[in-house]
């Protein structure tokens, strides 16, 4: 009878990085689909902080590119029932200010960039057990699989100059559908999203 190895720590250490060397950065909503009981309303405020260089691969003639970019996001986030559904809604203005240098041809250049941003808009629903909750009933709630959508939506708000090369606004729409599933095994979790 063939032996069966458990996966070794310098194995998983190696899967992990791995991983790392082939993955992408992504946009993330941890938690995303764990209900929440209706009628809650909150303001949430994230920040984000780039620094690094800005790859134009060939496309203009700047060289040596570099960015330090701060990103406030102010949020609003309700739940609501949706044909007796946990569901939510979220709507995001961010705010970006951003310095930018690097040589065009061999001139120093800088940049200053400041302003509002792209405003988004997401709408989720719970499918597979995730049944709409008041406070009283989601105290005993106890999650075990939980399937749900999401649709994002993003409005081209911020303000978008054709004739320079850095905006704050996108200038188009963008939609994003998302299918979640999370799952709970004892202490652990486990969220997995596939979106287009």
Not at 62 to 75: D, L, Q
Not at 171 to 187: C, D, M, T, V, Y
């Amino acid at each position: 009878m063939p032996s069966i190895h458990k996966p070794c720590g310098a194995g998983l250490l190696f899967s992990f990085f791995l991983a790392c060397t082939v993955c992408h950065a992504q946009s993330l909503v941890p938690r995303a689909y764990v209900i929440t009981p209706v009628n809650l309303n909150a303001v949430i405020v994230t920040y984000s902080f780039y620094d690094g260089s800005v790859l134009f691969n060939g496309a203009v003639p700047i060289t040596g590119a570099e960015t330090r970019v701060n990103v406030a996001i102010f949020s609003y986030y309700h739940t609501f029932r949706f044909f007796g559904r946990s569901a939510n809604i979220t709507a995001s203005l961010p705010y970006g200010v951003g310095h930018y240098q690097g040589k065009l041809i061999t001139v120093e250049r800088e940049a200053y960039r400041s302003g509002l941003l792209d405003t988004e808009f997401r709408f989720s629903v719970n499918l597979k057990g995730g049944l709409a909750t008041t406070p009283e009933e989601f105290r005993s709630w106890r999650q075990k699989l939980l399937v749900g959508a999401s649709l994002t939506m993003v409005t081209p708000t911020g303000q978008y100059y054709p004739t320079r090369l850095i905006k704050r606004g996108s200038n188009r729409w963008a939609f994003k559908p998302e299918l979640g599933l999370s799952r709970r095994w004892g202490n652990w979790l486990i969220d997995g999203y596939a979106w287009v």
